[in-house]
Protein backbone atom coordinates (compact mmCIF):
# COMPACT_ATOMS: atom_id res chain seq x y z
CA UNK A 1 0.00 0.00 0.00
CA UNK A 2 1.51 3.68 -0.72
CA UNK A 3 1.65 6.20 1.73
CA UNK A 4 -0.16 9.20 1.36
CA UNK A 5 3.38 11.10 0.48
CA UNK A 6 3.99 8.19 -1.96
CA UNK A 7 0.08 8.59 -3.98
CA UNK A 8 1.15 12.32 -4.18
CA UNK A 9 4.53 11.89 -5.68
CA UNK A 10 3.02 9.70 -8.29
CA UNK A 11 0.49 12.34 -9.53
CA UNK A 12 0.96 15.41 -11.81
CA UNK A 13 2.26 19.03 -11.38
CA UNK A 14 -0.80 20.00 -9.53
CA UNK A 15 -0.27 17.78 -6.57
CA UNK A 16 3.95 18.57 -6.62
CA UNK A 17 3.19 22.10 -6.19
CA UNK A 18 0.44 21.16 -3.60
CA UNK A 19 3.11 19.21 -1.85
CA UNK A 20 5.60 22.12 -1.68
CA UNK A 21 2.66 24.21 -0.34
CA UNK A 22 1.75 21.97 1.68
CA UNK A 23 5.71 21.09 3.02
CA UNK A 24 5.65 24.96 3.84
CA UNK A 25 3.29 24.39 6.99
CA UNK A 26 4.51 21.05 7.45
CA UNK A 27 8.03 21.73 7.93
CA UNK A 28 7.68 23.69 11.34
CA UNK A 29 7.07 20.13 13.01
CA UNK A 30 9.44 18.22 10.47
CA UNK A 31 13.73 18.71 10.44
CA UNK A 32 13.83 17.86 6.56
CA UNK A 33 14.05 15.40 4.10
CA UNK A 34 17.63 14.04 4.81
CA UNK A 35 20.05 12.45 8.00
CA UNK A 36 21.93 15.78 7.61
CA UNK A 37 18.82 18.38 8.36
CA UNK A 38 17.99 15.60 11.04
CA UNK A 39 21.25 16.03 12.74
CA UNK A 40 20.84 19.56 12.58
CA UNK A 41 18.12 20.04 14.42
CA UNK A 42 18.81 17.32 17.00
CA UNK A 43 22.43 19.52 17.59
CA UNK A 44 20.07 22.67 18.00
CA UNK A 45 18.19 20.64 20.03
CA UNK A 46 20.79 19.81 22.41
CA UNK A 47 22.22 23.50 22.21
CA UNK A 48 18.85 24.39 23.69
CA UNK A 49 19.68 22.23 26.84
CA UNK A 50 16.99 19.07 25.50
CA UNK A 51 18.45 15.51 24.37
CA UNK A 52 17.28 14.74 20.84
CA UNK A 53 14.49 12.02 20.10
CA UNK A 54 14.79 11.32 15.82
CA UNK A 55 12.01 10.12 14.26
CA UNK A 56 13.00 8.74 10.45
CA UNK A 57 9.34 9.37 9.17
CA UNK A 58 7.08 6.50 7.53
CA UNK A 59 4.47 4.22 8.34
CA UNK A 60 1.96 1.44 7.36
CA UNK A 61 4.84 -0.30 5.36
CA UNK A 62 3.88 -3.31 3.52
CA UNK A 63 6.78 -3.39 1.42
CA UNK A 64 9.71 -5.29 2.91
CA UNK A 65 12.61 -3.19 0.82
CA UNK A 66 10.94 -0.16 2.52
CA UNK A 67 11.41 -1.90 5.82
CA UNK A 68 14.71 -3.16 5.10
CA UNK A 69 15.41 0.69 4.07
CA UNK A 70 14.12 2.35 7.67
CA UNK A 71 16.24 -0.53 9.17
CA UNK A 72 18.97 0.84 7.96
CA UNK A 73 18.35 3.89 7.92
CA UNK A 74 18.12 3.78 11.92
CA UNK A 75 21.29 2.06 12.19
CA UNK A 76 22.70 5.05 10.04
CA UNK A 77 21.45 7.45 12.44
CA UNK A 78 22.08 5.79 15.39
CA UNK A 79 25.53 5.90 14.37
CA UNK A 80 26.21 9.23 13.10
CA UNK A 81 23.97 10.83 16.49
CA UNK A 82 27.55 8.90 18.47
CA UNK A 83 29.95 10.29 15.95
CA UNK A 84 28.52 13.81 15.92
CA UNK A 85 28.11 13.80 19.78
CA UNK A 86 24.36 14.18 19.82
CA UNK A 87 22.92 13.53 23.00
CA UNK A 88 19.53 11.56 22.15
CA UNK A 89 18.41 8.40 20.38
CA UNK A 90 15.63 7.46 18.07
CA UNK A 91 12.02 6.76 18.34
CA UNK A 92 10.45 3.88 15.88
CA UNK A 93 6.95 2.86 14.57
CA UNK A 94 6.30 -0.65 14.39
CA UNK A 95 4.49 -0.39 11.31
CA UNK A 96 7.28 1.09 9.70
CA UNK A 97 9.35 -1.97 10.86
CA UNK A 98 6.83 -4.46 9.06
CA UNK A 99 4.11 -5.06 11.77
CA UNK A 100 1.28 -4.65 9.23
CA UNK A 101 2.34 -7.47 7.16
CA UNK A 102 4.69 -9.72 9.60
CA UNK A 103 4.88 -9.30 13.32
CA UNK A 104 8.15 -12.10 13.01
CA UNK A 105 9.84 -9.87 10.97
CA UNK A 106 8.47 -6.84 12.65
CA UNK A 107 10.07 -7.68 15.71
CA UNK A 108 13.63 -9.59 14.99
CA UNK A 109 13.81 -5.69 13.06
CA UNK A 110 13.42 -4.38 16.40
CA UNK A 111 15.87 -6.11 18.18
CA UNK A 112 18.26 -5.34 15.71
CA UNK A 113 18.16 -1.68 16.30
CA UNK A 114 17.73 -2.67 20.36
CA UNK A 115 21.27 -4.64 20.02
CA UNK A 116 22.73 -1.61 18.40
CA UNK A 117 21.37 1.34 20.70
CA UNK A 118 22.55 -1.27 23.66
CA UNK A 119 26.07 -1.49 22.05
CA UNK A 120 26.37 2.85 21.62
CA UNK A 121 24.58 3.33 25.04
CA UNK A 122 21.52 4.72 23.38
CA UNK A 123 17.92 4.36 24.75
CA UNK A 124 15.03 3.37 21.99
CA UNK A 125 11.60 4.03 22.12
CA UNK A 126 8.69 2.87 20.20
CA UNK A 127 5.97 4.83 19.19
CA UNK A 128 2.20 3.51 19.55
CA UNK A 129 0.08 4.06 16.30
CA UNK A 130 -3.67 3.34 16.14
CA UNK A 131 -5.84 0.19 17.63
CA UNK A 132 -5.41 -2.43 16.32
CA UNK A 133 -1.76 -2.87 16.52
CA UNK A 134 -1.62 -1.82 20.25
CA UNK A 135 -1.62 -5.76 21.44
CA UNK A 136 1.05 -6.54 19.36
CA UNK A 137 3.47 -3.57 20.02
CA UNK A 138 3.67 -4.24 23.89
CA UNK A 139 3.66 -8.07 23.09
CA UNK A 140 6.82 -6.80 20.97
CA UNK A 141 8.25 -4.12 23.30
CA UNK A 142 8.02 -6.68 26.27
CA UNK A 143 9.84 -9.42 24.32
CA UNK A 144 12.59 -6.59 23.62
CA UNK A 145 12.60 -5.79 27.56
CA UNK A 146 13.52 -9.13 28.28
CA UNK A 147 17.49 -7.90 27.34
CA UNK A 148 17.53 -4.65 26.59
CA UNK A 149 16.18 -2.43 29.82
CA UNK A 150 17.18 0.86 27.83
CA UNK A 151 13.90 1.01 25.79
CA UNK A 152 10.06 2.16 26.58
CA UNK A 153 7.02 2.51 24.81
CA UNK A 154 4.30 4.57 23.81
CA UNK A 155 0.55 4.30 25.62
CA UNK A 156 -2.55 6.55 24.61
CA UNK A 157 -3.93 8.30 27.35
CA UNK A 158 -7.26 7.83 25.05
CA UNK A 159 -7.30 4.15 24.96
CA UNK A 160 -9.87 2.57 27.52
CA UNK A 161 -7.23 -0.57 27.74
CA UNK A 162 -3.89 2.01 28.93
CA UNK A 163 -4.13 1.40 32.70
CA UNK A 164 -4.07 -2.37 32.36
CA UNK A 165 -1.56 -2.10 29.70
CA UNK A 166 0.87 0.28 32.00
CA UNK A 167 0.26 -2.44 35.25
CA UNK A 168 1.32 -5.47 32.63
CA UNK A 169 4.40 -3.14 32.00
CA UNK A 170 5.12 -1.70 35.51
CA UNK A 171 5.42 -5.62 36.41
CA UNK A 172 8.04 -5.97 33.81
CA UNK A 173 10.01 -2.59 34.99
CA UNK A 174 9.34 -1.27 31.84
CA UNK A 175 9.63 2.28 30.47
CA UNK A 176 6.42 4.06 29.34
CA UNK A 177 6.04 6.97 27.41
CA UNK A 178 2.65 8.88 28.00
CA UNK A 179 0.52 10.57 25.58
CA UNK A 180 -2.82 11.85 24.81
CA UNK A 181 -3.10 9.79 21.48
CA UNK A 182 -3.62 10.95 17.89
CA UNK A 183 -5.12 8.73 15.64
CA UNK A 184 -8.88 8.46 15.37
CA UNK A 185 -10.56 5.59 17.81
CA UNK A 186 -13.91 4.78 17.89
CA UNK A 187 -15.89 4.54 21.49
CA UNK A 188 -15.23 0.92 22.01
CA UNK A 189 -11.93 1.58 22.13
CA UNK A 190 -11.21 5.14 23.42
CA UNK A 191 -12.68 7.99 25.04
CA UNK A 192 -14.71 10.57 23.54
CA UNK A 193 -14.38 13.93 25.11
CA UNK A 194 -11.24 15.65 25.69
CA UNK A 195 -12.20 15.72 29.44
CA UNK A 196 -12.22 11.83 30.18
CA UNK A 197 -8.90 11.53 28.07
CA UNK A 198 -7.38 14.44 30.53
CA UNK A 199 -8.75 12.62 33.63
CA UNK A 200 -7.03 9.70 31.94
CA UNK A 201 -4.01 11.00 31.27
CA UNK A 202 -3.61 12.07 35.25
CA UNK A 203 -4.74 8.67 36.36
CA UNK A 204 -1.53 6.94 34.33
CA UNK A 205 0.72 9.68 35.72
CA UNK A 206 -0.29 8.40 38.78
CA UNK A 207 0.09 5.20 38.46
CA UNK A 208 3.45 5.71 36.67
CA UNK A 209 4.74 8.39 39.31
CA UNK A 210 3.94 5.20 42.37
CA UNK A 211 5.27 2.84 39.85
CA UNK A 212 9.22 3.11 40.09
CA UNK A 213 10.11 2.71 36.81
CA UNK A 214 11.37 5.83 34.22
CA UNK A 215 8.69 7.58 32.16
CA UNK A 216 8.37 9.99 30.15
CA UNK A 217 5.35 13.00 30.07
CA UNK A 218 4.76 13.79 26.61
CA UNK A 219 2.27 16.48 26.14
CA UNK A 220 2.28 19.85 25.32
CA UNK A 221 -0.45 20.53 28.03
CA UNK A 222 1.01 22.76 30.31
CA UNK A 223 -1.67 21.64 32.86
CA UNK A 224 -0.84 18.13 33.15
CA UNK A 225 2.86 18.81 32.93
CA UNK A 226 2.12 21.15 36.36
CA UNK A 227 0.43 18.13 38.13
CA UNK A 228 3.63 16.17 36.73
CA UNK A 229 5.99 18.04 38.29
CA UNK A 230 4.01 18.04 41.23
CA UNK A 231 4.01 14.19 41.51
CA UNK A 232 7.87 13.06 41.05
CA UNK A 233 10.23 14.36 38.51
CA UNK A 234 13.45 12.26 40.05
CA UNK A 235 12.39 9.32 37.51
CA UNK A 236 10.88 10.94 34.80
CA UNK A 237 12.16 13.44 31.35
CA UNK A 238 9.58 15.21 29.67
CA UNK A 239 8.92 15.25 25.89
CA UNK A 240 7.68 17.20 23.26
CA UNK A 241 7.33 17.53 19.68
CA UNK A 242 9.36 19.99 17.56
CA UNK A 243 8.14 22.69 16.56
CA UNK A 244 5.20 22.72 19.48
CA UNK A 245 5.86 25.33 22.54
CA UNK A 246 9.17 26.25 22.34
CA UNK A 247 8.96 28.55 25.34
CA UNK A 248 7.87 26.13 27.48
CA UNK A 249 10.14 23.41 26.40
CA UNK A 250 12.43 26.38 27.55
CA UNK A 251 10.74 27.23 31.01
CA UNK A 252 11.14 23.20 32.42
CA UNK A 253 14.99 22.93 31.00
CA UNK A 254 15.08 25.97 33.15
CA UNK A 255 14.11 24.52 35.67
CA UNK A 256 16.55 21.82 35.96
CA UNK A 257 13.92 19.15 34.61
CA UNK A 258 14.97 16.69 31.80
CA UNK A 259 13.67 17.72 28.29
CA UNK A 260 13.81 15.63 24.76
CA UNK A 261 12.46 17.22 21.81
CA UNK A 262 10.84 14.72 19.29
CA UNK A 263 12.27 15.66 15.80
CA UNK A 264 10.91 13.78 12.67
CA UNK A 265 12.45 13.80 9.53
CA UNK A 266 12.33 12.53 6.00
CA UNK A 267 10.57 12.12 3.05
CA UNK A 268 7.31 10.70 4.34
CA UNK A 269 6.44 13.84 6.22
CA UNK A 270 2.71 13.83 5.02
CA UNK A 271 0.70 11.59 7.62
CA UNK A 272 2.58 12.87 10.42
CA UNK A 273 1.46 16.75 9.83
CA UNK A 274 -1.90 16.28 9.20
CA UNK A 275 -2.28 14.74 12.47
CA UNK A 276 -0.46 17.89 13.70
CA UNK A 277 -2.84 19.61 11.52
CA UNK A 278 -5.77 18.19 12.73
CA UNK A 279 -4.64 18.67 16.84
CA UNK A 280 -5.50 22.37 16.86
CA UNK A 281 -7.54 24.50 14.89
CA UNK A 282 -5.53 27.21 14.39
CA UNK A 283 -3.43 24.81 12.78
CA UNK A 284 -6.14 24.29 10.18
CA UNK A 285 -5.95 27.89 9.97
CA UNK A 286 -1.95 28.41 9.06
CA UNK A 287 -3.06 25.67 6.15
CA UNK A 288 -5.32 27.79 4.85
CA UNK A 289 -3.34 31.09 4.85
CA UNK A 290 -0.39 29.10 3.51
CA UNK A 291 -2.19 27.81 0.67
CA UNK A 292 -4.12 31.45 0.00
CA UNK A 293 -0.49 33.18 0.18
CA UNK A 294 1.55 31.14 -2.54
C1 LIG B 1 7.26 13.29 22.36
C2 LIG B 1 5.93 12.86 21.86
C3 LIG B 1 5.78 11.61 21.32
C4 LIG B 1 4.54 11.18 20.87
N1 LIG B 1 4.38 9.90 20.44
C5 LIG B 1 3.14 9.45 20.15
C6 LIG B 1 2.90 8.08 19.85
O1 LIG B 1 3.81 7.25 19.86
N2 LIG B 1 1.62 7.71 19.54
C7 LIG B 1 0.58 8.61 19.54
O2 LIG B 1 -0.56 8.20 19.29
N3 LIG B 1 0.79 9.90 19.80
C8 LIG B 1 2.04 10.35 20.11
N4 LIG B 1 2.21 11.67 20.41
C9 LIG B 1 1.14 12.66 20.09
C10 LIG B 1 0.14 12.77 21.21
O3 LIG B 1 -0.63 11.60 21.30
C11 LIG B 1 -0.80 13.97 20.95
O4 LIG B 1 -1.48 13.77 19.75
C12 LIG B 1 -0.12 15.30 20.88
O5 LIG B 1 0.93 15.38 21.81
C13 LIG B 1 -1.11 16.46 21.18
O6 LIG B 1 -1.67 16.29 22.44
P1 LIG B 1 -1.19 17.07 23.75
O7 LIG B 1 -0.85 16.04 24.78
O8 LIG B 1 -0.10 17.97 23.45
O9 LIG B 1 -2.49 17.75 24.29
P2 LIG B 1 -3.55 18.75 23.57
O10 LIG B 1 -4.68 18.85 24.52
O11 LIG B 1 -3.83 18.30 22.16
O12 LIG B 1 -2.76 20.11 23.51
C14 LIG B 1 -2.39 20.86 24.65
C15 LIG B 1 -1.83 22.19 24.19
O13 LIG B 1 -0.60 21.96 23.47
C16 LIG B 1 -0.52 22.79 22.32
N5 LIG B 1 -0.56 21.94 21.10
C17 LIG B 1 -0.89 20.65 21.03
N6 LIG B 1 -0.79 20.19 19.76
C18 LIG B 1 -0.38 21.24 19.01
C19 LIG B 1 -0.10 21.40 17.63
N7 LIG B 1 -0.19 20.39 16.78
N8 LIG B 1 0.30 22.63 17.21
C20 LIG B 1 0.42 23.66 18.08
N9 LIG B 1 0.16 23.55 19.41
C21 LIG B 1 -0.24 22.37 19.88
C22 LIG B 1 -1.68 23.72 22.42
O14 LIG B 1 -1.26 24.86 23.17
C23 LIG B 1 -2.70 22.94 23.20
O15 LIG B 1 -3.63 23.73 23.86
C24 LIG B 1 3.44 12.09 20.90
C25 LIG B 1 3.59 13.35 21.46
C26 LIG B 1 4.80 13.75 21.96
C27 LIG B 1 4.90 15.09 22.59
Known amino acids: MATASQGLHSHS ?9 LFRVAKKWVAGYSSEEAIGAASDANRRGMSAILNFLGEDTTDKNQVEIAVKEYLLMMDL ?13 PTQLGLAVDYSMCLQ ?19 MESVKFTEDTITIYLEILK ?9 QAYLR ?3 ADIIHIIEHE ?10 HESEEYAFATRQQ ?7 LLKMLADGGSFFAVATHDGKLIDKAINLNTDN ?10 DELKSKLVSMGLQVSEYIPYGSQWLPYSVRRIRERKRNILLLARSLVQQ
Open 13 to 21: YDSTLMERL
Open 81 to 93: MKTQGIRGCVSVK
Open 109 to 127: NFLVLARKAKELGQFLWID
Open 147 to 155: DHPMTGVAV
Open 161 to 163: RSG
Open 174 to 183: GKVRLVKGAY
Open 197 to 203: VDDNYLH
Open 236 to 245: CEFQMLMGIR
